[in-house]
């Protein structure tokens, strides 16, 4: 695993804590790091998983360096971005995301992907960046977006790069609740130890059968985007 990411279980709760020192950089490193922590967590038969950020920082996305590398290397970690969310939205047991500062573009749709997002009540920017960085956005972080955005604020998130922090990214559909930032990590793991009292296999039953549409729309969606992915970076070497 990662040096960037650290796993801790405790009381059946596993923590992955992201901290590479600086943005949390979603690169394909940390991408396997947190997958490798779900399998750990998994096997360990943990019943909430916990992703936590640094800091003042949840996640400030793709590692944008890697786009000036090898087309195989963008590819893959793309893929594994839109996997990623797909494996968390599908999750076997409850995913709370400790969002300790700023979630932007894929660190967004990381933040979108988990059951319950606990956030800052600062100015921490929840950011769907990229048509203001001349990026068209993927079919899948529109799927993730739509999933849990209200409909006024899909539009302005995604559409027009409007970035929300504090009780309007709650309204939003960012976040499900605020609190100090310095109580991100404990609210957290306070809510994931009143998530241990669920039935298992009831919430897996259900999450699976409540989440069809949006799963098999990102079933499709990721099909699409790897074909656009490919034929967009088959030039380049």
């Given amino acids: 695993m990662s040096t960037a990411l650290n796993y801790d279980l405790s009381d059946n709760i596993a923590t992955l804590a992201m901290?590479?020192?600086?943005?949390?950089?979603?690169?394909?490193?940390?991408?396997?790091?947190?997958?490798?922590?779900?399998?750990?967590?998994l096997a360990d038969k943990a019943a909430v998983v916990v992703i936590q950020g640094r800091e003042k920082m949840f996640s400030g996305?793709?590692?944008?360096?890697?786009?000036?590398?090898?087309?195989?290397?963008?590819?893959a970690m793309l893929t594994a971005g839109a996997k990623?969310?797909?494996?968390?939205?599908?999750?076997?047991?409850?995913?709370?995301?400790?969002?300790?500062?700023?979630?932007?573009?894929?660190?967004?749709?990381?933040?979108l992907s988990c059951d319950v997002r606990i956030g800052p009540d600062n100015d921490a920017r929840f950011h769907i960046n990229e048509v203001l960085i001349g990026m068209i956005l993927p079919h899948f972080?529109?799927?993730?977006?739509?999933?849990?955005?209200?409909?006024?604020?899909?539009?302005?998130?995604v559409n027009m790069a409007t970035p929300h922090s504090?009780?309007?990214?709650?309204?939003?559909?960012?976040?499900?609740?605020?609190?100090?930032p310095e109580s991100v990590a404990e609210a957290a793991r306070s809510r994931a130890v009143m998530l241990k009292s669920l039935n298992a296999g009831a919430y897996l039953a259900t999450k699976l059968r409540s989440r069809k549409p949006v799963l098999d729309a990102m079933k499709k969606a990721i099909e699409q985007d790897c074909t656009d992915w490919a034929e967009a970076f088959k030039t380049r070497g």
């Avoid at 969310?85 to 709370?96: C, D, G, I, Q, T």
């Avoid at 977006?145 to 302005?156: K, V, W």
């Fill in 19 to 41: 901290d590479d020192g600086k943005a949390n950089a979603l690169n394909v490193t940390m991408l396997q790091a947190i997958n490798d922590g779900l399998d750990r967590a």
């Fill in 61 to 75: 996305g793709f590692d944008l360096s890697a786009f000036k590398r090898e087309p195989a290397e963008i590819v």
């Fill in 84 to 111: 990623l969310s797909e494996r968390l939205l599908a999750f076997p047991v409850p995913v709370v995301a400790a969002c300790t500062g700023h979630a932007v573009a894929m660190g967004s749709f990381l933040l």
């Fill in 141 to 157: 972080a529109i799927e993730v977006s739509r999933q849990r955005l209200t409909p006024a604020a899909f539009t302005q998130a």
């Fill in 166 to 180: 504090g009780q309007r990214a709650v309204a939003a559909g960012f976040l499900d609740e605020i609190v100090a």
